[in-house]
């Protein structure tokens, strides 16, 4: 059977962003990325790739070789037309928003974060990219109230694909801590 993952922001060929993620070469970064998404996916896996794949240098279509499993692209803003046409033999599908379910649980999928995403108060779990963030709950502030969404770029998550079952038991003990509305919705129900 094979498994889920899901990345986002991989920005291979990127000198400016390899810079900015603290690599002195963008084929340096590129390779660590590689060596990564390997060491977790295997060839029968399928990635989930929630935007922004390769910009400058490097061209996606000498990478993909290289990379283990099939791949959707969710794609993002620097994924333009051009390059998606380009690269559509080089995925399964290319799409902008997409929703999944995974062990009973909808996962909606996209490269920008969304405020109120289809489902959120029912448990569904949205995972994004786009803001380059060092904590997958992004700023506490703002996204403390937004209910189960997990960052997915490269940078949050050790440049390594994510296991989506990973990102599923997470929020299964976050649950336990804040039940979603629709939790404490039906509990109040029972006690009439």
């Given at each position: 059977?094979?498994?889920?993952?899901?990345?986002?922001?991989?920005?291979?060929?990127?000198?400016?962003?390899?810079?900015?993620?603290?690599?002195?070469?963008?084929?340096?970064?590129?390779?660590?990325?590689i060596k990564n998404w390997n060491s977790?996916?295997?060839?029968?896996?399928?990635?989930?790739?929630?935007?922004?794949?390769?910009?400058?240098?490097?061209?996606?279509?000498?990478?993909?070789?290289?990379?283990?499993?099939?791949?959707?692209?969710?794609?993002?803003?620097?994924?333009?037309?051009?390059?998606?046409?380009?690269?559509?033999?080089?995925?399964?599908?290319?799409?902008?928003?997409?929703?999944?379910?995974?062990?009973?649980?909808?996962?909606?999928?996209?490269?920008?974060?969304?405020?109120?995403?289809?489902?959120?108060?029912?448990?569904?779990?949205?995972?994004?990219?786009?803001?380059?963030?060092?904590?997958?709950?992004?700023?506490?502030?703002?996204?403390?109230?937004?209910?189960?969404?997990?960052?997915?770029?490269?940078?949050?998550?050790?440049?390594?694909?994510?296991?989506?079952?990973?990102?599923?038991?997470?929020?299964?003990?976050?649950?336990?801590?804040?039940?979603?509305?629709?939790?404490?919705?039906?509990?109040?129900?029972?006690?009439?």
């Amino acid at each position: 059977m094979s498994r889920k993952f899901i990345i986002s922001d991989t920005h291979f060929g990127h000198p400016n962003c390899a810079k900015w993620r603290g690599f002195d070469d963008y084929r340096e970064h590129d390779e660590l990325i590689i060596k990564n998404w390997n060491s977790v996916v295997a060839p029968s896996d399928h990635v989930y790739l929630l935007g922004d794949v390769a910009l400058g240098k490097a061209e996606f279509k000498d990478i993909r070789p290289r990379l283990n499993g099939a791949i959707t692209l969710v794609a993002g803003n620097h994924d333009e037309k051009g390059r998606r046409k380009k690269w559509k033999d080089l995925f399964n599908e290319i799409v902008y928003y997409k929703e999944i379910k995974y062990n009973k649980t909808k996962f909606v999928l996209c490269h920008y974060p969304i405020i109120s995403w289809n489902c959120r108060e029912y448990g569904a779990i949205h995972c994004f990219g786009h803001v380059h963030n060092n904590d997958h709950r992004v700023n506490k502030k703002i996204w403390s109230n937004l209910g189960k969404s997990w960052n997915c770029c490269a940078e949050v998550n050790n440049f390594t694909p994510i296991l989506l079952d990973d990102i599923w038991k997470h929020y299964q003990e976050w649950s336990c801590q804040y039940p979603s509305r629709w939790e404490r919705f039906k509990h109040k129900v029972r006690r009439r």
